[in-house]
């Protein structure tokens, strides 16, 4: 894969530090009056990521970072609020990323790819599948881009064969357990 991957490689999703407190559902942005610049759809691992296909997720994740400046944010600032006794990252607490912001974001414009490949993590075989509806996912997936000059679902199809099962399991020695 690595000589047909795109100059991003292959990634996991963001990491937020305490998930009840950055993945929303509609109601609640409603609710809260989340600034939606903020708010992206988002897919949290093999419940929607499946072979060949994504059911979406109705979540929503609030993607925030070190960098963002939480005055003007508010609403979002307000919600999270309400979780701070149960954000116990050491990271928050070492002052080296705010509280509001996600534990582990990456770079943005991977998520906002035309297509790409979403896996999931947690599982002895391999799941992958194309979103091109630019969602957002969690650490429980991971995510990679092919160079344009390479066939997305000739890989798609391949990744999910019985032939790669079997290769995959035979080298990572995973069957029957997760990753």
């Known amino acids: 894969l690595e000589n047909i991957v795109d100059d991003d490689g292959i990634q996991r999703g963001v990491s937020p530090d305490l998930k009840k407190a950055f993945l929303v559902n509609k109601n609640q942005i409603k609710e809260f009056g989340l600034e939606k610049e903020k708010v992206k759809p988002v897919l949290i691992g093999g419940k929607q990521v499946r072979r060949y296909r994504i059911e979406p997720s109705g979540m929503f994740l609030i993607y925030t970072t070190r960098h963002d400046d939480f005055k003007k944010l508010p609403k979002i600032k307000k919600y999270i609020d309400q979780f701070k006794k149960d954000i116990t990252c050491k990271e928050v607490a070492q002052k080296k990323h705010p509280l ?6 990456r770079k943005e414009d991977i998520f906002l790819k035309k297509t790409k490949f979403l896996g999931v993590i947690t599982s002895d075989k391999l799941i992958v599948s194309l979103d091109e509806k630019k ?8 995510l990679f881009c092919l160079k344009p000059e390479y ?5 798609m199809g391949l990744l999910n064969s019985t032939l790669f099962t079997f290769l995959y399991r035979l080298i990572s020695l995973e069957k029957g357990r997760v990753l």
Do not use: G, M
Request: net charge neutral.
């Open 100 to 105: 509001y912001s996600l534990h582990r974001p």
């Open 135 to 142: 969602r957002y996912a969690t650490d429980s997936l991971f």
């Open 151 to 155: 066939d997305n679902y000739f890989l």
